[in-house]
């Protein structure tokens, strides 16, 4: 039976007189019930339960006693603010501690108001001891009170705030830990005498803690004003609520915020009319690692790009991890004091060094980043997010480890990805991915030694994608192991009619990607294409790129190594455009290095880089091949700098395999 749920008093009726208090419906009632003369500072009446709660005989002798002495200004004012409240027909449930005969009980009360016989407004009680209340659901504090002048100087409290705050709290601001609040209250307060009421942290004899705290102005005799402070510790169930706010708005890895966190603290700036800009940035070289390393190295190395987001790029960011290796920096333009080039440029740079984690050798990442500026870019914190992801993406198309600034028209871009992602997985189904075949050649004897392939996806609303889309979108939806696979057995079909197209035991060269090498059934599916075309290890070359061997580059038992030691041939693919390139290459199992394109076309302007990248090459062990050779001028550079394996239109363009011919 609920607690209250017997007495039934009109709280608008009449006066009622001791007889009719004194009926048995009411006397004879488990709870107990009370009232108290608020002005009088006695009790006027109480039931057969209430005597025992308070600890008396007699109804005579409990009507006697004078609580005046021990009742407190700030419990008196609280008491008074009470029949303010019955006046308007409300209730009050209050925690409220009683002494009598000097021992303490904890109290649940509802208190309403009631007429004596005399006209006067009193306060009926109905309550439960602690001590009755079993369910966690009812336990609370009692209620704490106190009294503050105009200027915050303490002037009275109940014993209850005594045993919580002792007697080094001389003003409001002592207590209450936000004295900006304090301050603001105080001057508002005596203006506009409005009442607060809010879960505060407040400094108490225990530490800081949570206290649901009503603060009403009061006028006092004099006419000035003074305030009434009336608290309950809320602070287990408080911080119940806050863990899980922070769970519902944080990142439960990094602890940055999710994307519900940063949008509720984006709202703050929206709200304030202040511009910020939107960094969106997503890991170059992450899959990879996390792949090859597992999960656990994975969460590190993401916990450490967290850190350098929030510590290294610029003061009072908001930063979020949208999901898996993507995350958002958020900055008021009002606190910058670069320009959102320079912060971009930092966030690449910072992500872009060494990391060195416990256990774990040097491991290198890079990012991509787009950014936009609110409210120009999107007025909502999806349209700007979709704006700075699709000036990410142009970063990431136009060879990654840039930033990229919000166009309009991005987005355009942005949704081609979309369309690719729902494209690609019926491609193969459709017949609509074809090889194509470019020769590598040795100048100094004429012959092609090897024939790239190249993946061409020509789809009937996308038209030609290049293979880097390609690859991008199958390695975005999980689909690169599939695709390259169907590649893998493709070339292995192909082989034969290529070298007797070219009537020469050419090798074929295959690009495979990172995520594909570190899948546990890339070897075995590999050996079984190999093993039933008729062909051997030795007749295929697999191209990995620099940030596809880096996470294995430390140990002897990785893929790439593995590879090697089954017969493969191993070419390091776009070298000089990856990470670290120079200080671990000896490290690689690698027989081939193809120096990218972009050194070739400044060989006229600078032919040493390549002669040094030659040099380097050569010492280890291994051959060069230039990438990218348009022209004869290209071509006789290359020559002279012993680059003699050319791969580019000067020697023949990609085709398929019924156009691949001899070289005449």
């Given at each position: 039976?609920?607690?209250?749920?017997?007495?039934?008093i009109?709280?608008?009726a009449g006066?009622?007189?001791?007889?009719q208090?004194?009926q048995?419906?009411?006397?004879d009632?488990?709870?107990p019930?009370?009232?108290?003369?608020t002005l009088?500072?006695?009790i006027?009446?109480a039931n057969k339960?209430?005597l025992?709660?308070?600890g008396?005989?007699?109804?005579?002798?409990l009507r006697?006693?004078d609580?005046?002495?021990?009742?407190?200004?700030a419990?008196?004012?609280?008491l008074?603010?009470f029949?303010?409240?019955?006046?308007?027909?409300?209730k009050?449930?209050?925690?409220?501690?009683?002494?009598?005969?000097?021992?303490i009980k904890?109290?649940?009360?509802?208190?309403?108001g009631?007429?004596?016989?005399d006209g006067?407004?009193?306060?009926?009680?109905?309550?439960?001891?602690?001590?009755?209340?079993?369910?966690e659901?009812?336990?609370?504090?009692?209620?704490i009170?106190?009294m503050?002048?105009?200027a915050?100087t303490?002037?009275s409290?109940?014993?209850?705030f005594?045993?919580?705050?002792?007697?080094?709290?001389?003003n409001?601001?002592?207590?209450i830990?936000?004295?900006?609040?304090?301050?603001?209250?105080?001057?508002?307060g005596a203006v506009?005498?409005e009442?607060?009421?809010?879960?505060?942290l407040?400094?108490?004899l225990?530490?800081?803690?949570?206290h649901?705290?009503?603060i009403q102005?009061?006028?006092?005799a004099?006419?000035?004003?003074?305030?009434?402070?009336t608290?309950?510790?809320?602070?287990?169930?408080k911080?119940?609520?806050?863990?899980?706010?922070a769970?519902?708005?944080?990142?439960?890895?990094?602890?940055?915020?999710?994307?519900?966190?940063?949008?509720?603290?984006?709202?703050?700036?929206?709200e304030?009319?202040l511009?910020?800009l939107?960094?969106?940035i997503?890991?170059?070289?992450?899959?990879?690692?996390?792949d090859?390393y597992?999960?656990?190295?994975?969460?590190l190395?993401?916990?450490?790009?967290a850190?350098?987001?929030?510590?290294?790029?610029?003061?009072?960011?908001?930063?979020?991890?949208?999901?898996?290796?993507e995350f958002i920096?958020?900055?008021?333009?009002?606190?910058?004091d670069?320009?959102?080039d320079?912060?971009?440029q930092?966030?690449?740079?910072?992500?872009s060094?060494?990391y060195s984690?416990?256990?774990?050798?040097?491991?290198?990442?890079?990012?991509?980043v787009?950014?936009?500026?609110?409210?120009d870019?999107?007025?909502?914190?999806?349209?700007?997010?979709?704006?700075?992801?699709?000036?990410m993406?142009?970063?990431?198309?136009?060879?990654?480890r840039?930033?990229?600034?919000y166009r309009?028209?991005?987005?355009?871009?942005?949704k081609?990805?979309?369309?690719?992602?729902h494209?690609?997985?019926k491609?193969?189904?459709e017949?609509?991915l074809?090889?194509h075949y470019?020769?590598?050649?040795?100048?100094r004897?004429?012959?092609?030694l090897?024939?790239?392939?190249?993946?061409r996806?020509?789809?009937?609303l996308?038209?030609a994608?290049?293979?880097?889309?390609?690859?991008?979108?199958a390695e975005?939806?999980?689909?690169i192991?599939?695709?390259?696979?169907w590649l893998?057995?493709?070339?292995?079909?192909?082989?034969?009619?290529?070298?007797r197209?070219l009537q020469?035991?050419?090798r074929?060269a295959?690009n495979?990607?990172g995520?594909h090498?570190?899948d546990e059934?890339?070897?075995?599916?590999?050996?079984?294409?190999?093993a039933?075309?008729?062909?051997?290890?030795a007749?295929?070359?697999i191209e990995?790129?620099?940030?596809?061997?880096?996470?294995?580059?430390?140990?002897?038992?990785?893929?790439?190594?593995?590879?090697?030691?089954?017969?493969y041939?191993i070419?390091?693919?776009?070298?000089?455009?990856g990470?670290?390139?120079?200080?671990?290459?000896h490290r690689?199992?690698?027989?081939?290095?193809k120096?990218?394109?972009?050194?070739?076309?400044?060989?006229?302007?600078?032919?040493?880089?390549v002669?040094?990248?030659?040099?380097?090459?050569?010492?280890?062990g291994?051959?060069?091949?230039?990438e990218?050779?348009?022209?004869?001028?290209?071509?006789?550079?290359?020559?002279?700098?012993?680059?003699?394996?050319?791969?580019g239109h000067w020697?023949?363009a990609?085709?398929?395999?019924p156009a691949?011919?001899k070289?005449?």
């Amino acid at each position: 039976m609920p607690p209250f749920s017997s007495l039934d008093i009109d709280d608008n009726a009449g006066p009622l007189s001791i007889d009719q208090l004194c009926q048995p419906t009411l006397n004879d009632l488990v709870t107990p019930v009370w009232i108290y003369d608020t002005l009088n500072f006695r009790i006027y009446w109480a039931n057969k339960s209430g005597l025992v709660l308070w600890g008396s005989d007699a109804l005579e002798e409990l009507r006697a006693r004078d609580f005046k002495p021990e009742t407190s200004e700030a419990v008196n004012q609280t008491l008074l603010a009470f029949l303010e409240e019955f006046k308007q027909g409300h209730k009050v449930s209050r925690w409220w501690r009683l002494s009598p005969h000097g021992i303490i009980k904890d109290v649940f009360c509802q208190f309403s108001g009631i007429r004596l016989e005399d006209g006067r407004l009193a306060m009926l009680c109905e309550g439960l001891e602690a001590r009755v209340l079993h369910s966690e659901a009812f336990m609370s504090s009692a209620i704490i009170a106190s009294m503050y002048d105009r200027a915050g100087t303490i002037i009275s409290a109940n014993p209850t705030f005594e045993e919580y705050f002792g007697d080094h709290i001389f003003n409001l601001g002592d207590m209450i830990c936000d004295r900006t609040l304090v301050e603001k209250l105080l001057q508002r307060g005596a203006v506009e005498r409005e009442s607060l009421e809010k879960d505060l942290l407040v400094n108490t004899l225990r530490g800081e803690r949570w206290h649901s705290v009503h603060i009403q102005p009061i006028n006092q005799a004099d006419g000035d004003i003074a305030y009434l402070v009336t608290q309950q510790d809320i602070n287990n169930r408080k911080q119940r609520e806050l863990e899980h706010q922070a769970q519902a708005a944080t990142d439960p890895l990094t602890g940055l915020l999710n994307r519900n966190g940063i949008e509720q603290a984006l709202l703050g700036y929206a709200e304030s009319h202040l511009q910020y800009l939107l960094f969106y940035i997503d890991l170059d070289g992450f899959k990879p690692i996390n792949d090859t390393y597992g999960h656990g190295v994975g969460d590190l190395l993401l916990c450490a790009v967290a850190e350098r987001l929030q510590s290294e790029i610029c003061e009072h960011p908001l930063v979020c991890r949208v999901g898996g290796d993507e995350f958002i920096l958020a900055v008021s333009q009002a606190t910058l004091d670069h320009s959102a080039d320079d912060i971009a440029q930092k966030i690449v740079r910072q992500l872009s060094r060494v990391y060195s984690l416990p256990g774990q050798p040097p491991l290198s990442i890079s990012a991509s980043v787009g950014f936009a500026l609110y409210p120009d870019h999107g007025q909502t914190l999806n349209a700007l997010v979709s704006s700075a992801d699709a000036a990410m993406y142009v970063a990431k198309q136009r060879g990654r480890r840039r930033w990229i600034r919000y166009r309009p028209g991005m987005e355009d871009t942005h949704k081609r990805k979309t369309l690719l992602a729902h494209e690609l997985p019926k491609a193969s189904a459709e017949d609509e991915l074809i090889l194509h075949y470019q020769p590598i050649v040795c100048t100094r004897t004429g012959t092609v030694l090897m024939v790239e392939a190249l993946l061409r996806w020509h789809n009937k609303l996308l038209g030609a994608v290049s293979a880097g889309e390609t690859i991008e979108a199958a390695e975005d939806i999980g689909l690169i192991a599939e695709i390259e696979s169907w590649l893998l057995n493709r070339v292995c079909a192909d082989l034969h009619t290529i070298r007797r197209q070219l009537q020469s035991p050419v090798r074929a060269a295959v690009n495979i990607s990172g995520l594909h090498l570190v899948d546990e059934h890339f070897l075995p599916n590999l050996d079984r294409a190999v093993a039933q075309a008729g062909l051997t290890p030795a007749d295929l070359v697999i191209e990995l790129t620099e940030s596809a061997l880096l996470p294995v580059r430390e140990t002897h038992d990785s893929p790439a190594h593995r590879l090697a030691q089954r017969g493969y041939g191993i070419a390091i693919d776009d070298f000089g455009t990856g990470y670290s390139s120079l200080a671990y290459l000896h490290r690689l199992p690698a027989d081939y290095v193809k120096i990218d394109k972009a050194f070739i076309e400044r060989l006229h302007e600078d032919s040493s880089t390549v002669a040094c990248i030659q040099n380097l090459i050569a010492t280890l062990g291994m051959e060069s091949i230039a990438e990218g050779v348009e022209t004869e001028t290209q071509s006789s550079l290359l020559e002279r700098e012993l680059v003699t394996l050319q791969q580019g239109h000067w020697h023949g363009a990609p085709v398929p395999l019924p156009a691949l011919k001899k070289r005449e």
